[in-house]
T-cell receptor, first 116, second 116 residues
Framework: AQKITQTQPGMFVQEKEAVTLDCTYD???????LFWYKQPSSGEMIFLIY??????QNATEGRYSLNFQKARKSANLVISASQLGDSAMYFC?????????????FGTGTSLTVIP | DAGVTQSPTHLIKTRGQHVTLRCSPI?????VSWYQQVLGQGPQFIFQ???????GRGNFPDRFSARQFPNYSSELNVNALLLGDSALYLC???????????????FGPGTRLLVL
């Protein structure tokens, strides 16, 4: 069964500091993608970053980077130089091929609060 | 380009009623998925449609149904509403039912449904 686990219900970080949000996953499929989404209080899920199971290098998108450790089945999100606007819920998600097609499995999320 | 749009933004219904939620995907996207997000949880997959055909279904009762139109827009219908159906309903679109795990889903702002 596919499963995403986010063990940090809430995190605090000082503005301009870096923060790591944890995500572990479980799948038996050889091909999968890992995604991070940001959900502000408005509700819309905003795509941040993607990591493929066969990618050799960790993904980076601006201030976001993904610390992908395949053997440990972890895909932690690192946000550098935190800004007040980063305060939101963050969800880790996984998509598998071939077994589950286009379905995304989401974790329970981590609430990040950036402190001025 | 416009993102995924959903209507209505908010809805209040009473138990036993029926509701129809609407979604328009990003232009050029042929796949639409529906998710239910209960307060404090991550999104749960309900349906996925591609080229007007259902391609995936989550663990939801038959009271939930959906369809996709020739212009790739989609409707989610819920009959005999229960209090537990109160949630944020998210629609996501992607280019195609691709056979790689990397294809990103882009989410709309959601419809907040309250069942009294």
């Amino acid at each position: 069964a596919q499963k995403i686990t986010q063990t940090q219900p809430g995190m605090f970080v000082q503005e301009k500091e870096a923060v790591t949000l944890d995500c572990t996953y479980d799948t038996s499929d050889p091909s999968y993608g890992l995604f991070w989404y940001k959900q502000p209080s408005s509700g819309e899920m905003i795509f941040l970053i993607y990591q493929g199971s066969y990618d050799q290098q960790n993904a980076t998108e601006g201030r976001y980077s993904l610390n992908f450790q395949k053997a440990r089945k972890s895909a932690n999100l690192v946000i550098s130089a935190s800004q007040l606007g980063d305060s939101a819920m963050y969800f880790c998600a996984m998509r598998n091929y071939p077994n589950t097609g286009n379905q995304f499995y989401f974790g329970t999320g981590t609430s990040l609060t950036v402190i001025p | 380009d416009a993102g995924v749009t959903q209507s209505p933004t908010h809805l209040i219904k009473t138990r036993g009623q029926h509701v129809t939620l609407r979604c328009s995907p990003i232009s050029g996207h042929k796949s639409v998925s529906w998710y239910q997000q209960v307060l404090g949880q991550g999104p749960q997959f309900i349906f996925q449609y591609y080229e007007k055909e259902e391609r995936g279904r989550g663990n939801f009762p038959d009271r939930f149904s959906a369809r996709q139109f020739p212009n790739y827009s989609s409707e989610l219908n819920v009959n005999a509403l229960l209090l537990g159906d109160s949630a944020l309903y998210l629609c996501a679109s992607s280019l195609a039912l691709d056979k790689v795990a990397q294809e990103t889903q882009y989410f709309g702002p959601g419809t907040r449904l309250l069942v009294l």
